[in-house]
Nanobody, 121 residues
Framework: QVRLVESGGGLVEAGGSLRLSCSAS????????MGWYRQAPGKQRELVAL???????VYADSVTGRFTISRDSAKRTVYLQMNSLKPEDTAVYYC???????????????WGQGTQVTVSS
C-alpha cells in the first residue's frame, strides 16, 4: 500500500504565501511523476504543477511565475511554494503520484486526501 500525506494548507490574505508538502510512503519501487492538482468549488480538478516522468517541472499557465514546485527525492516528498496568492487560487489542493509499486510491480496512480487553501481578498 502507498500513502500520500499532504500538509501546509490554510487561510492567507491575497498577496501572501503558503508552502504545501506531500510525502509518499509505503511499498514504492519508483515514482514516475508527482505533483499538485487543485479543485475549486463547482470546477473540475486541474493541474497546478508537477514533476513529469522526464523529471522536468510542468506548471499551469495560471501559476507560472508565482508557484514553484521542488522535491526531495530521498524523502519522496514534493513541495509547492505558493507566492503572490490570489483569491482565485482558493481550492482544495491534491497531491498525485504516478508510481510503480514494489509489492506488485504495477504502475498505479495515488491521490492524497487534499488540503484546503483559502485566499481572502
Amino acid at each position: 500500500q502507498v500513502r500520500l500525506v499532504e500538509s501546509g494548507g490554510g487561510l492567507v490574505e491575497a498577496g501572501g504565501s503558503l508552502r504545501l508538502s506531500c510525502s509518499a510512503s509505503g511499498s514504492i519501487l519508483n515514482i514516475r511523476a508527482m505533483g499538485w492538482y487543485r479543485q475549486a468549488p463547482g470546477k473540475q480538478r486541474e493541474l497546478v504543477a508537477l514533476f513529469s516522468n522526464s523529471g522536468s517541472p510542468v506548471y499551469a499557465d495560471s501559476v507560472t511565475g508565482r508557484f514553484t514546485i521542488s522535491r526531495d527525492s530521498a524523502k519522496r516528498t514534493v513541495y509547492l511554494q505558493m507566492n503572490s496568492l490570489k483569491p482565485e487560487d482558493t481550492a482544495v489542493y491534491y497531491c498525485k503520484a504516478d508510481l510503480y509499486e514494489l509489492s506488485t510491480l504495477s504502475q498505479r496512480v495515488y491521490w492524497g486526501q487534499g488540503t484546503q487553501v483559502t485566499v481572502s481578498s
